[in-house]
């Protein structure tokens, strides 16, 4: 598959990107990008909830009624998970939800989900570019140069950039991550990808 390269103001330059069929233009393991998506959102999970169980709640030990004879059912301790302010039963407890998956399969999944994206001609490539400042209105002309203004878009850059990154900070729908970083969640959380033309080779390598 072919690009044309363009510049931030929305126009065709002279260039044109081939894209490597290893990564743009695989059979889609769908199954693979569950799993990578899977993992990124449990890794997301703090895992830090707990509630205090019976042994772990203040409160006296003591028996607070004699065992038999009183025509209720017996209780041992005012901490009994079935009284009030009593410890809960199987409360939940700070666990990790992360699990593994082989790297393999990670990269199986996100040449799927660039392939997808490529095949729905949702991926732009562009100029390598800077801003000489952080400025929001810059970054939200060149997406209206594209008509992207209130779309989900992702830029991809060879390498961080501060201006840039501090541009598109504050806007929502707007994700920006480096060829290094790029991951399953954020090509399948964005209705359109842009991609300097510098990161392309990284990701080929990366991928392929």
Do not use: C, W
């Amino acid at each position: 598959m072919e690009l044309a390269v363009y510049n931030i103001s929305g126009k065709k330059t002279t260039k044109k990107v081939k894209l490597n069929k290893k990564v743009f233009g695989v059979e889609p393991n769908n199954h693979a990008i569950y799993l990578d998506v899977k993992q990124y959102l449990a890794n997301q999970r703090q895992g830090s909830h707990k509630s205090k169980e019976r042994g772990e709640i203040t409160g006296s030990t003591r028996k607070i009624k004699k065992q038999k004879g009183t025509g209720t059912a017996r209780a041992g301790s005012i901490k009994n998970p079935l009284f009030r302010s009593g410890g809960r039963v199987f409360g939940p407890q700070p666990r990790d939800y992360g699990f593994k998956l082989n790297k393999k399969v990670k990269r199986v999944a996100r040449a799927s989900a660039l392939t997808l994206m490529a095949k729905d001609k949702n991926i732009t490539v562009l100029e390598d570019f800077n801003f000489d400042a952080p400025k929001t209105k810059q970054y939200l002309e060149m997406l209206a140069n594209f008509e992207l203004s209130g779309k989900k878009t992702l830029l991809i850059l060879n390498e961080p950039n501060q201006n840039i990154y501090l541009s598109a900070r504050n806007l929502d729908r707007t994700n920006i991550t480096t060829s290094a970083n790029l991951n399953t969640y954020q090509i399948m959380n964005a209705g359109n990808i842009l991609m300097v033309e510098s990161s392309i080779k990284v990701i080929e390598n990366t991928l392929s």
